[in-house]
């Protein structure tokens, strides 16, 4: 019963990298960026707008820190998600989000001083050869030759940017919930995406794009969240973590079936060495906390 929760989250985050996909061709990447968060927060509110009040004096010398957080991981790795939708799949996209946790190990050397195992480093090598084949569609001269898909490429920077922002998360520390902290986040982000709505051209919620705004703003904004966090509280965040190398498989899935996207050799082979790689870098981690992610 207890395995429910981070099960549930990858579910709907599963179903969200479906979102992304779809909701291209019914609203601008800027608009549904701002809607996400908007209504995200609307639900929130009730909720945590005391709570954010009574602590004002102590969010307000973080408030630098929080806004380069909401920066981050609401308003640049949300919106470069959107924008690559319209040249890669939902099954790379998710393929590729699947290294957040190898890059988040990484980046956590210099910013929290952690030291790498050496098995990390071979996961990774062996993640990196995965992603390589998997981008180049199994043939290695196409890729040296035309280079990275622009989608799969503004993914790949999304997957860095998210885990920057999870390894200062941490390393931040903020006095703070964590829902108090991402509802500040969230509050700051939707001021950061207002502009990329009023310069969108699709910016009109139509009965197309309104259940998958609703859908990115609460599910996979809201509800997603919070399952995530009450399945570190009751598994811990290593049990917790292994969840999400369940995502792709879901996501390719998905995507079969709602948009019709067909898997090859090399997304089997290519998708199997990514998440083996990533796996053998968090079998070794038991001497520290590893990072947990946030919101997806």
Not at 138 to 147: K, P, R, S, T, V
Request: net charge positive; charged share 10%.
């Amino acid at each position: 019963m207890l395995y429910l929760f981070p099960l549930i989250t990858v579910s709907i985050w599963a179903g969200n990298a479906i979102v992304n996909k779809m909701a291209f061709s019914v609203i601008d990447p800027g608009a549904i960026s701002f809607y996400r968060w908007f209504f995200a927060m609307l639900v929130l509110t009730p909720f945590m707008a005391k709570s954010v009040w009574k602590a004002r004096n102590t969010i307000k010398p973080y408030l630098p820190k929080i806004a380069f957080l909401a920066f981050l991981g609401m308003v640049l790795n949300q919106s470069l998600g959107y924008f690559a939708a319209e040249t890669t799949t939902a099954t790379n996209m998710a393929l590729i989000v699947s290294l957040v946790p190898l890059i988040s190990m990484f980046i956590s050397v210099p910013l929290l001083n952690k030291r790498l195992t050496p098995l990390a480093i071979v996961g990774a090598i062996l993640s990196l050869a995965g992603l390589v084949l998997m981008l180049s569609h199994g043939d290695l001269n196409q890729l040296l030759a035309q280079g990275i898909n622009k989608g799969d490429m503004l993914v790949l920077i999304a997957a860095f940017v998210y885990a920057l922002y999870c390894v200062l998360l941490k390393r931040w520390d903020l006095p703070l919930s964590n829902w108090q902290s991402v509802y500040s986040q969230g509050v700051l982000a939707v001021i950061m995406l207002t502009p990329m709505l009023l310069t969108s051209e699709r910016m009109t919620i139509t009965p197309e794009a309104l259940p998958l705004i609703m859908y990115a703003a609460i599910p996979a904004s809201v509800i997603a969240p919070w399952c995530w966090l009450q399945g570190i509280q009751r598994l811990g965040a290593d049990s917790t973590a292994m969840f999400m190398n369940l995502m792709p498989m879901m996501t390719a899935v998905i995507a079969s079936i709602a948009l019709g996207e067909q898997l090859a050799i090399y997304h089997y082979i290519g998708g199997l060495m990514v998440l083996s790689g990533v796996a053998m870098a968090q079998r070794k981690r038991a001497e520290t906390k590893p990072i947990e992610l946030a919101t997806a």
